[in-house]
């Protein structure tokens, strides 16, 4: 009996549905006379509406990031089944960053979406017992959700023409540049993407072409193709974007942004069964003078071997003398790991004390998990400390996680701190992303990785959102 309504409600009928709404006091959900609900069942006015608000309406509502809502009730009913596994699988919220023995992270995010054990099993349980209405008298107040919008932007640019993504193809990854018309160096303090067809732009990254490198590589479509890579000599990142992310609004920080650079928009789409029209774009909050703070992003990774300033650790599966990145075919929980001491100068400079704003991890399709850990030079508290772990990373949902604190209070990087960026990856069948990476490149079996731009190469790359007082050569 406890199976059937939301069987029945998977199968799209509406014949029990119409009894869940009936609230007399013994039967509040329709679960049938024979079946009393338990008197601490979870009910959907009670427990359910108030998580969804929670943790699944900033997308799944009317105009959010995700296809459908999960708003009313006979809207949850309908994909409480389906909502269930994707609960307890955490795929879904979407959210890379938990706790684990390897990585206990110190401090709290920003828009945490992350579920307790104690809400799945809260979700699950509703799912099993019909899914229960509960008290219709409870009014849970609509939340206010935040803007999806920067609201001190001071321009808008968009992608110069709609582009055309064909229905049932692989995934594309294009960049796009953007003139911004900066004719002097200009402070950028707030960034937003603003995706044009949420039916297929799956994320979008916005990096700063400095040297005006990108305009040469545009086909007559206006984008060149950029799987792993803008393919820039030099480079910065202004923002990384996936459904949910909020606008980036520095306080009191900017990113510099050069007198004459292109800003070059990273799109990756993924296509459904029909082609589709985008044209995504992103708002800038810009300002002229210096600010007080430099807001920087960094991408740390992607070591070869053990002689440049990030080091590659030896680790398993090496063949020769001298550490390898190489991920062998059908190797599960292969990991590669890689070491930085901040120096004292950098190309003349010497290094401030910086401050962790937000991290992110970058991998391709093999990677499964990327811990980011610090370990800070004598006498800098805490000594030891775990930025990031990523254990349930996925390439379609990369974010980057905003540390819920005040400046002063942010995790700290300076010289002689030691920062060190463990990836693992799963190159095996059994990890659905290869699967379809092999597929699309036509190949049966899963072969080494390395390191790459391309669809079956990967990646290990930490993203620090870094700040730290503007100096005179700024
Ligand atoms: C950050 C935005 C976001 C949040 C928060 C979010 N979702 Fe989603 N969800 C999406 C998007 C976008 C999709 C579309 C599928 C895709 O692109 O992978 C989706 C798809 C789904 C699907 C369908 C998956 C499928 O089989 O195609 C279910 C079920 C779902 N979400 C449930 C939930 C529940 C339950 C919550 C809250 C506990 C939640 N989501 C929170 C963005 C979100």
Redesign the pocket.
Known sequence: MTRLPSLAVALGLTLLAAAACSSSEDDPAGAGEDAPLPADAPTFKKDVEP??QA??????REG?????S?VTYEQAKQ?GP??????ETR?????GAFDSEACKMQHAFKDD?R?TDA?IAM?ARWVDLGMPLGDASIQNPTPAFPSSSLETKTATLQMAAPFEVQGNAPDDIRCFPIDPGFTEDTWVSGVNVVPGN?KVV?HAIVFIDPKNESSAKVGADGSYECFGGVGLSETQLLMAW????RPIRYEDAAIKVKAGSKLVMQVHY?PGSESQKDQTGFELEVRKDKPANVAQLLLLGNAQSDTGLIKLLPGPNDRGAGPEFRIPANAKDHTETMELVLPQTLGGFPLPEMSIATVGAHMHWAGVDMKMEIERRAGMAPEKECLLGTPKYDF??QRGYVIDAPLPSLPTFGPGDKLRITCTYDNTTGNPHVRRALAETRQSAPVDITLGESTLDEMCLGVLAVVRPATIQD
């Open positions: 998580l969804l943790k699944c309406q900033s997308c799944h959010g990031a995700a296809p459908f999960l994909s389906s909502a269930r596994v994707k609960v795929t879904m919220p979407p959210w979406l579920l809400q979700f949420a799956h996936a459904p949910g992310a993924h379609n949902w």
